[in-house]
Nanobody, 121 residues
């Protein structure tokens, strides 16, 4: 399984970006995704936890970020609106993938390579 992350960039405060992580390879389906970010000198922070049934957001992301998915394309998205300079960070997806081996299901988590988001004031 490979994950290709994209969508980061430089945006002014108040702007929007949409990040994506596309999964490819041999597997059955995407089960869920966690979106993390890590700013310089800070610990990695979970901003969204999304399953097939619900999504939870960090307080900093609530109301501004939205995690969605396209199951047909095996792609997950993080729509980020009303961006602030403090949202500047490298954003990572961690995708839970379901596979079958010999008819037996198993899940495994895969990291995307990270994409830089920079919000200017």
């Amino acid at each position: 399984v490979q994950l290709q992350a994209s969508g980061g960039g430089l945006v002014q405060a108040g702007g929007s970006l949409r990040l994506s992580c596309a999964a490819s390879g041999s597997f059955s389906r995407v089960v869920g995704v966690d979106w993390y970010r890590q700013a310089p000198g800070r610990q990695r922070e979970l901003v969204a936890h999304s399953t097939t049934s619900n999504t939870r957001y960090s307080d900093s992301a609530k109301g501004r970020f939205s995690a969605t998915r396209d199951d047909a394309a095996n792609t997950v998205y993080l729509q980020m609106n009303s961006l602030k300079p403090e949202d500047t960070a490298i954003y990572y997806c961690n995708v839970e993938i379901l596979s079958y081996t010999g008819g037996k299901p198993s899940t495994q988590n895969w990291w995307g390579q990270g994409t830089q988001v920079t919000v200017s004031s």
